[in-house]
């Protein structure tokens, strides 16, 4: 049984239930706004958020039945951001499905975002706990800075990789942070604790999103659920390319900056790119960052005994490297 | 002295600190946020809301130092939402300025009302209060729809009455519903003092929203800071055409129909609908029901024994009235 099956196996019924709860406690008072969401959140979502929640909580030995219901919070605010995202990044196509934006129009997707990212925090807020609600309100702030440092960032090819993490800290990092250290509390863990899954979740963020940036230049098409070469094509500059134009000489370092700046880059620009990447070592670079920051979320958890709870949370960091999609 | 100008005069202290709040709590990390979100907030707003909660606060003897600071709550919320409405309307002035997604492009914009949320939150949670948070959460979740709505409705002939409070409860009354109730809750009143202020900025908050609707027809221009007739041009009917719509005869609603539907709706156009409206009565009607609000509104303050703040609000609640912009 591979990695991802074994995973699969262990946190079935937390899935089931998780999915139980994102449709229980979505209830707008319009139709739209229901599909409109269902449409972002049902279409293949892994629920890593939720799942990161479920597993911090008991891991720090949490007992009780809510942890379900806290955990859809961060499905919800991450589906306002991928709302909002999509329609920022002007992108068409998202897991092999067109883009909420293009079907139901801008003013509706704007509409719903700000109605899922009200609801994660009205959720948040029947814990009783202004710490919880603290978190998420700070986290929240810190994705649009990261969102909106990322569009300043586009189409600039004199990006460092300083800059980069700046805003993959923000963009993605904290939320995934926000949900182990939200799990910690609600299982009333020591401050010790808490600071360990919120430092686990923390470099599993920075990792996960390097991999995604990987998979963009690396997937397979049909497995990623959209084209390789978005995030270039829309001027979006991430590690891979960052460091191979670091390392690059003065000619290939211009060859690369001009099928950059080129609009309407071809499949065979891409390609040319791509090998340029892979012969000055962006994408072992990248790899090898990845590598790092997984290893430390792992490192993490040596403080808690060893249990199954903690078992999965390293599994799922392994895979979060592993993956291919 | 006329009432404006008392109402000034008495508040003067109060928007001082008001404004020294909104520059001091913003705080971004990315200048662009700062430059889009004060854009949009010092632009000739009127700091109703955040006021309307340091009164409501101040009648239930609130004698601390957090409520200017928690006020300015109701403004980043606002602001907020005013940058996504005006994106969903396709508005091109607010009042008198250009609006900020026609200088900054919808993505920042999006992205800077999603931080002003959060932003609003955060500040929010800074009190400790899960009740106040969640009646932020909810009241933004409220607005959100309420938006939502107004759009599903839009060039809709057939809007009733009914769906037009639905939708301005929503997209307007709730918020300064809040303002108030958080006043209320900060002041540390008795449940039944909640309740009259949350009544009160309900009924004002109606009122508001239907002033608003018919400054739309019937304001000057350049007192207003844009153009008579937007809604109309947007598609959106509001009271005056809704009511004039259903007392009109086959023939007069045949004739306001055609020019509603019609996408270059000209001067002479928008002055014909308007004398229709004018003849069957939507402009009285509008502002009669107006006024019976404001009456409950301050009705609703009796309540409380007389003093300079009860005064005060029964004051800005006629003034809400009277305005004419």
């Given at each position: ?38 449409y ?12 990161l ?13 809510y ?26 196509i ?61 189409g600039?090819l ?8 700046e ?23 020591q ?18 999103q ?20 978005t ?20 000619e ?46 792992k ?10 709870t ?16």
């Amino acid at each position: 049984m591979g990695l991802k099956e074994q995973i699969l196996e262990s946190v079935r019924q937390d899935l089931v239930e998780i999915e139980a709860a994102l449709t229980e406690n979505l209830k707008p008072y319009l139709p739209l706004v229901s599909h409109i969401a269902k449409y972002i959140m049902f279409s293949g979502g892994k629920r890593m958020r939720p799942l990161l929640m479920v597993l911090s909580a008991r891991l720090c030995g949490y007992k009780g039945n809510y942890d379900k219901t806290l955990s859809i919070v961060f499905e919800y605010l991450h589906a306002a951001t991928l709302l909002h995202d999509d329609l920022v990044d002007g992108a068409d196509i998202r897991r092999g499905n067109p883009v909420a934006h293009s079907i139901w129009g801008n003013p509706a997707t704007v509409l719903v975002g700000d109605f899922l990212l009200a609801r994660s925090i009205a959720i948040a807020a029947q814990t009783g706990s202004v710490a919880i609600v603290d978190i998420l309100a700070h986290t929240t702030a810190q994705m649009s800075e990261g969102e909106i440092h990322q569009l300043l960032n586009r189409g600039d090819l004199a990006v460092k990789e300083t800059e980069y993490m700046e805003v993959i800290r923000r963009k993605t990092a904290y939320l995934i942070q926000a949900a182990c250290q939200v799990g910690a509390l609600l299982g009333e863990a020591q401050q010790e604790q808490v600071q360990a899954l919120a430092d686990y979740g923390y470099h599993l963020g920075i990792a996960f999103q390097m991999v995604d940036d990987l998979l963009d230049y690396t997937a397979n098409t049909r497995v990623l659920g959209k084209a390789t070469g978005t995030d270039l094509r829309e001027g979006k500059l991430t590690l891979p390319v960052i460091y191979a134009l670091s390392r690059a000489t003065k000619e290939d370092r211009r060859r690369m900056e001009t099928i950059i700046r080129d609009m309407d880059m071809t499949a065979s620009d891409f390609d040319t790119v791509l090998g340029l990447i892979k012969k000055y070592g962006g994408i072992a670079y990248t790899r090898d960052r990845a590598r790092e920051h997984i290893d430390q979320a792992k490192k993490s958890l040596d403080i808690f005994s060893a249990s199954k709870t903690r078992t999965l949370l390293e599994q799922l960091a392994d895979y979060a490297l592993a993956r291919e999609m």
